[in-house]
């Protein structure tokens, strides 16, 4: 499985950025995708996630402001990232893991069995 990120950059707070994630190579048909971020000197933290059925959890700090969406034609996740704040500075990794169907997504990051590359959002105040 690989999966591919793109879509990140700077941006000035209150800005607007879209995160995208092209996965190849799965082939089981229940899988959990999560975002997660990582700050130079700290744990790494989910963002959002979304199960197999579609279902979607997000941190509180970004609630209301990010959404998580997936293409299921094109097996890309996405991240719409609204209203940003300088504390949204981080790299944003993408990943995804194999589940039992109608489970719900965990933001547990040692749960998850792939991981993209990162993609560093900025965000200047």
């Known amino acids: 499985v690989q999966l591919v990120e793109s879509g990140g950059g700077s941006v000035q707070a209150g800005g607007s950025l879209r995160l995208s994630c092209a996965a190849f190579g799965y082939t089981y048909n229940n899988y959990h995708w999560a975002w997660f971020r990582q700050v130079p000197g700290k744990e790494r933290e989910g963002v959002a996630t979304?199960?197999?059925?579609?279902?979607?959890t997000y941190a509180d700090s970004v609630k209301g402001r990010f959404a998580i969406s997936k293409d299921n034609a094109k097996n890309t996740l996405h991240l719409q990232m609204n209203s940003l704040k300088p504390e949204d500075t981080a790299i944003y990794y993408c990943?995804?893991?194999?589940?039992?169907?109608?489970?719900?997504?965990?933001?547990?990051?040692?749960?998850?069995?792939?991981w993209g590359q990162g993609t560093q959002v900025t965000v200047s105040s």
């Open positions: 990943a995804i893991r194999a589940a039992a169907p109608f489970s719900r997504a965990t933001m547990e990051p040692g749960r998850y069995n792939y």
């Open positions: 979304m199960s197999s059925t579609s279902g979607t």
